[in-house]
């Protein structure tokens, strides 16, 4: 099946500083990916729709200056977690769909734990 | 925003045995998958069917989705250790460009 590569799987950052996750198709082109987060032993709630060569859509709740989504090619979009604070530690979890099978199934990413402290 | 809801939230069982996972959702759906996530990782898909479909299998895995009652099943034939996981439902109401809308998940545990 289609591999998306998640990058960091774990980063521990501190109050205020901004980190940089990575989300990455690595054998398909991904016109679309999507940013979940999920919070200890719960489900995963979409924050944002990253569409290749536009802005990103955020669901309702999600500050998108908090949250800056970047998707600049067909195999890149990346999740900014700036000026972060502890409530924005989770588990964050791309996934994106294979453009060219044209199929709903989505490919996740491996996560990333982000501790603030 | 979360519609499904998976019943058990938990369930605990002996290796061998069957495990049957339900899911309600909400809104009419294009499809409805289901996904397995070991503990810290990603998701894995698992099997996806089709809103003209009422059943589908895929392995030790099957399927049932009822749209009247807007609710689905999994069952897991001959359970083994490695199963033990959470497994969550999601829905897609419309085309390749949105997300998916998961359900609170079960998780399973498979006692050797």
């Known amino acids: 099946g289609a591999v998306v590569s998640q990058h960091p799987s774990r980063v521990i950052c501190k109050s205020g500083t901004s980190v940089k996750i990575e989300c990455r198709s690595l054998d398909f082109q991904a016109t679309t990916m999507f940013w979940y987060r999920q919070f200890p032993k719960q489900s995963l709630m979409l924050m944002a729709t990253s569409n290749e060569g536009s802005k990103a859509t955020y669901e309702q709740g999600v500050e998108k200056d908090k949250f800056l989504i970047n998707h600049a090619s067909l195999t890149l979009s990346t999740l900014t977690v700036t000026s972060a604070h502890p409530e924005d530690s989770s588990f964050y979890i791309c996934?994106?769909?294979?453009?060219?099978?044209?199929?709903?199934?989505?490919?996740f990413g491996q996560g990333t734990r982000l501790t603030v402290v | 925003s979360q519609q499904g809801e998976e019943d058990p939230q938990a369930l605990s069982i002996q290796e061998g045995e069957n495990a049957t996972m339900n899911c309600s959702y909400k809104?009419?759906?294009?499809?409805l998958q289901w996904y397995r996530q070991n503990s810290g990782r990603g998701l894995v898909h698992l099997i996806l069917?089709?809103?003209?479909?009422r059943e589908k299998h895929s392995g030790r895995l099957r399927v049932t989705l009822d749209t009247s009652k807007k609710s689905s099943s999994l069952l897991i034939t001959a359970s083994r250790a490695a199963d033990t996981a959470s497994y969550f439902c999601?829905?897609?109401?419309?085309?390749?460009?949105?997300?998916?809308?998961f359900g609170k998940g079960t998780h399973l545990i498979i006692q050797p």
């Open positions: 069917i089709r809103s003209n479909e």
């Open positions: 809104t009419s759906i294009n499809n």
């Open positions: 999601a829905t897609t109401s419309g085309g390749g460009a949105d997300g998916l809308t």
């Open positions: 996934s994106a769909r294979d453009r060219d099978r044209g199929i709903p199934e989505a490919f």
